[in-house]
């Protein structure tokens, strides 16, 4: 059976999978998105998303837990006036951010990275499936219009909590739905995982994304 690791803590991602039917595991990563960024000096929005999530990617597949599994890591980078938005974590942070937005538009990125973990050359057990050895990456982007937002609705807004973990400080799938006029691109990227391009890249392992719906009954 092909097991499929989600390598992240997101509650959206997880719920994204199992709202398409897609059996899979979470191992979270341990990354220091930081550090990571620090280290290979990346700065652009596109490429900052593909970064990480290969680096969470790559952190879970090394881990012996992985062993005969495809891994996949995914990051969000919210792409503003040239600027790069990851998560605010405070409300001063969120708030100045969410002032700017209200009534523009910026680009979500999200990158995705798939690590074949599975072994590749066959063994005794027919029931295994021969990995391709495959570590392949996509960056799915789409373009997020905000509506114009009050103080007093941005205030609620913060206060709730809910845009101070996600990537420019809003989200598409919660209370941050009643500001977003239009979505143009993949909404799945918007949520956090996009499953068209997860599709694609489980063909570039050899791998069907129907191997991971439920078995019919």
């Not at 991602?13 to 280290?39: F, P, Y």
């Not at 605010?88 to 209200?102: G, V």
């Not at 057990?125 to 114009?148: I, L, N, W, Y």
């Not at 709730?160 to 993949?186: R, V």
Request: glycine share 10%; with cysteine.
């Amino acid at each position: 059976m092909t097991r499929l690791i989600l390598a992240s803590q997101s509650p959206a991602r997880t719920k994204l999978l199992t709202e398409a039917g897609i059996r899979h595991e979470v191992l979270v990563s341990d990354v220091d998105e930081d550090a990571v960024q620090a280290r290979y000096g990346v700065t652009d929005p596109h490429d900052t998303a593909l970064l990480l999530a290969r680096a969470k990617a790559e952190a879970v597949a090394s881990l012996p837990e992985a062993e005969g599994a495809l891994v996949v890591g995914c990051d969000s980078v919210f792409e503003f006036e040239g600027e790069s938005h990851g998560k605010p974590y405070t409300p001063d942070i969120a708030r100045r951010r969410m002032l700017r937005m209200s009534g523009n538009r910026g680009i979500l990125h999200t990158g995705h990275w798939l690590v074949d973990c599975r072994d590749t050359e066959a063994d005794d057990d027919p029931g295994d499936s021969v990995g391709s050895g495959a570590t392949v990456g996509a960056v799915s982007s789409a373009e997020v219009h905000f509506m114009e937002m009050s103080d007093e609705e941005i205030d609620a807004y913060i206060a709730t909590g809910e845009p101070l973990h996600c990537a420019g400080s809003f989200t598409i799938d919660g209370l941050g739905g009643a500001f977003i006029s239009k979505i143009d691109g993949d909404p799945h990227a918007v949520v956090g995982l996009s499953i068209s391009t997860l599709r694609i890249l489980l063909r570039q392992a050899k791998v069907g994304i129907t191997e991971l719906w439920p078995a019919a009954p």
